[in-house]
Structures are given as C-alpha cells and as structure tokens.
T-cell receptor, first 116, second 108 residues
Framework: KAGVTQTPRYLIKTRGQQVTLSCSPI?????VSWYQQTPGQGLQFLFE???????NKGNFPGRFSGRQFSNSRSEMNVSTLELGDSALYLC???????????????FGNGTRLTVT | QKEVEQNSGPLSVPEGAIASLNCTYS??????FFWYRQYSGKSPELIMS????GDKEDGRFTAQLNKASQYVSLLIRDSQPSDSATYLC????????FGQGTTLQVKP
C-alpha cells in the first residue's frame, strides 16, 4: 500500500514569491493535515482538510492556505514568501478526521522549502 | 506555557538500558496521546497510542498515561543504537499538537 506522497521534495524560492505544495494521502484516507517543522518551533499545525472542507486551522497568517480535492489529494499554498517560511512542510493523512481523536496520522516525507 | 512539553535532551543511555521519555500537556480535556519517532532527515512515524490511564505495552515499548497529573511517558526497554532518534509526544486537543521532541542517543 503506497504511503503519503508529497511533491516536490525540495524547493528554493525567493522572498515575495508564492509556492504550492502537493500531497497525495494513503488510499482510503479522507483527512489530510499539514504541519510546518522548524528546529526552533518543532512541528506546528497548519490546517486539516476532511472531505474537501477545512476542519481546523492553526495560528498561521492568511498567507498560508490550502484546499482538498474530491480524490482527497491536497495542496498547500504560501503567498508572499518570507525568509521565516523556510521549513520542512509535512503532510499527514488519516482515515478519519482529527476530531475522531483516535485516528493516528501517517506522515509523508515532506517538502523542504528554502526561501532566499 | 506550551500545550505539550518535552525535555529536548539529548537523553543518552547505554545499549541495553531502559530509556524513559516524558511529556506533559496543559489541556485537561485532551483525550488521546501518541508517541512518534523521527529519525534525522526522515518523517515522523507512529510508535504508540494511548487513550486511558495506565500502561500500554507493545514489544519493547511501554506508554504510560496519568491524566490526573497530565503526564505521558514512553519507556523503551533493552535500548538499541537503532532507537537513537527524536521522540515526539502528541496530544489531541481539538487538533493534534506535538511537543518539541526529545533526542535519544543510545550508545553501544
């Protein structure tokens, strides 16, 4: 069974640009969550999508947005990139929504974004 | 106060010893707790989940939960060098919140 697939693996962008990251969940999983991981802040929750609806959102500015398609694939967009957005962006899928508190997350390998 | 707190370490133990990793959480309403392991340069992978007070054992791993003290721990028995990684504690508080992680080093 294929795992969570994230593309691209690496990205280098310039301040002010925008970027779109893609995530394909495990087959049958309908929830996709996005996390930002940095050495200083650890893993921080961005948002969760379930059945094409945003279910929950973390404390990130509106420059961070996402969407989910009918096949459960998800994209995350960051506009007007800042140096501080350099991080590993991890996507995780689960069979049920995070509100089903016993549904563990399965992570992809992440997209390493560098903003210069 | 962070919602989920862990000592960043590093925690260093000799091969064959018991490694004890601890985590506290601030939201008394948290219903479920997870331990993830993350090797350097890799993504987190689920090791254990625990939902009720007490101990839960899976092979060399034991998760312990004490909701009254808002405390979760992970014990790794017979630690191996391959256990060297960062261990992330996560609590469900309406969304899954992760601690900063504890780096474990198992020395041969």
């Amino acid at each position: 069974k294929a795992g969570v697939t994230q593309t691209p693996r690496y990205l280098i962008k310039t301040r002010g640009q925008q970027v779109t990251l893609s995530c394909s969940p495990i087959s049958g999983h309908r929830s996709v969550s996005w996390y930002q991981q940095t050495p200083g802040q650890g893993l921080q929750f961005l948002f969760e999508y379930f059945s094409e609806t945003q279910r929950n959102k973390g404390n990130f500015p509106g420059r961070f947005s996402g969407r989910q398609f009918s096949n459960s694939r998800s994209e995350m967009n960051v506009s007007t990139l800042e140096l501080g957005d350099s991080a590993l962006y991890l996507c995780a899928s689960s069979r049920q929504s995070q509100s089903s508190y016993n549904s563990p997350l399965h992570f992809g390998n992440g997209t390493r974004l560098t903003v210069t | 106060q962070k919602e989920v707190e862990q000592n960043s370490g590093p925690l260093s133990v000799p091969e064959g010893a018991i490694a004890s990793l601890n985590c506290t959480y601030s939201d008394r309403g948290s219903q479920s707790f997870f331990w993830y392991r993350q090797y350097s340069g890799k993504s987190p992978e689920l090791i254990m989940s625990i939902y009720s007070n007490g101990d839960k054992e899976d092979g060399r791993f034991t998760a312990q939960l004490n909701k009254a003290s808002q405390y979760v721990s992970l014990l790794i028995r017979d630690s191996q060098p391959s256990d060297s990684a960062t261990y992330l504690c996560a609590a469900y508080t309406g969304k899954l919140i992760f601690g900063q992680g504890t780096t474990l080093q198992v020395k041969p």
